[in-house]
């Protein structure tokens, strides 16, 4: 839930500034790597670009694929604090070990935590990948709209996860942002 309203948080940035065709310079990937300028000085003998930035897809997306893995092994640890409790307590007999609750298959908090950081690192590569591809070739406003959708859409995967047909919800709109952004790409390509 703090990826979600982190990333609503990003979202509410205006998308005014952002190119609406394809790219045709490197500036214009700047919405999709670094966020929304808000000032830029060059330097006429290095071309050296100064510029502040608010929201960027591509570094949510790394920053929520950071939360996916460490809420991976928080959720391990908390579980394994939680079956210590339950051995000492003895409500249950074996002694728990980090392994066997980190790689087992009996505890539910730690399948969702390893879908989730799994699911999205395997969705991750081809998202940047169509999403560079569309930038350059379709639209960075719509590569960052598109990337945006696709953002809010994982952000709840771990939840839609737990109530097995919602899982759904989810995935399904993701992956047809992937597969707009590449339908996108290859229809300005071949016209």
């Not at 214009?28 to 300028?37: F, L, T």
């Not at 510029?51 to 908390?78: D, E, G, R």
């Not at 560079?132 to 719509?142: C, L």
């Amino acid at each position: 839930m703090i990826g979600l309203a982190y990333i609503f948080c990003l979202t509410i940035d205006g998308f005014d500034e952002i190119t609406s065709g394809p790219a045709s310079s490197t500036k214009d990937y700047v919405p999709i790597i670094y966020g929304k300028i808000d000032e830029i000085n060059i330097v006429e003998k290095n071309e050296l670009c100064i510029f502040t930035t608010h929201s960027s897809v591509t570094s949510a997306a790394l920053t929520m694929y950071y939360i996916f893995l460490y809420n991976q092994s928080a959720v391990a640890f908390a579980e394994f604090d939680k079956a210590q409790q339950a051995y000492r307590d003895k409500k249950i007999e074996e002694k728990p070990t980090l392994m066997k609750i980190k790689y087992g298959l009996d505890n539910t908090e730690i399948i969702v935590a390893n879908r989730l950081a799994g699911n999205y690192n395997e969705q991750l590569l081809p998202f940047l990948i169509s999403l560079y591809m569309y930038a350059t070739y379709a639209s960075v406003r719509g590569a960052v709209h598109f990337g945006w959708a696709w953002l809010f859409f994982r952000c709840y995967y771990g939840q839609a996860y737990r109530r097995g047909v919602m899982l759904f919800l989810s995935t399904l709109p993701a992956y047809c942002c992937i597969w707009g952004m590449i339908c996108g790409t290859l229809y300005e390509v071949t016209r």
